[in-house]
C-alpha cells in the first residue's frame, strides 16, 4: 500500500487534508487581501513589492503577489536567510 504526501504530512502534524472547497475558499480569501492591500498601498501612496503565501496542511502552498515571477526566487532566497538568521539568534528581530 502506497501512501500520498498529503497522508504523510497529516500523520507528521496530526491535520488532515484539506478539501477542494477548502482549497478554493483560501483562493477567494488571498485573492480579496491582496485586492485589499493593493487599493490600501495605492490610496496611501506606496508603492512597493508583496507577496502574500499561505500553506497547506500537505505542503502545497497558494501565493498572491505583484512580483515578477522571476523575482520570487529571489524573495525565497531572502526568506531562507531570514529564517537561518532568526533560527541562529532567536532574539534577533525578523523583519
Not at 522571476?70 to 534577533?92: F, H
Amino acid at each position: 500500500m502506497t501512501s500520498n504526501s498529503c497522508d504523510n504530512f497529516r500523520e507528521l502534524h496530526n491535520w488532515g487534508c484539506m478539501s477542494e472547497s477548502e482549497t478554493s475558499e483560501i483562493q477567494a480569501i488571498l485573492r480579496d487581501v491582496d485586492q485589499i492591500l493593493r487599493d490600501r498601498l495605492k490610496a496611501a501612496g506606496v508603492e512597493i513589492v508583496h507577496a502574500l503565501i499561505a500553506m497547506r496542511p500537505d505542503g502545497g502552498g497558494f501565493v498572491r503577489s505583484n512580483v515578477p515571477t522571476e523575482d520570487l526566487g529571489d524573495m525565497t532566497i531572502m526568506l531562507a536567510v531570514l529564517v537561518t538568521k532568526a533560527s541562529i539568534d532567536e532574539t534577533a528581530p525578523v523583519h
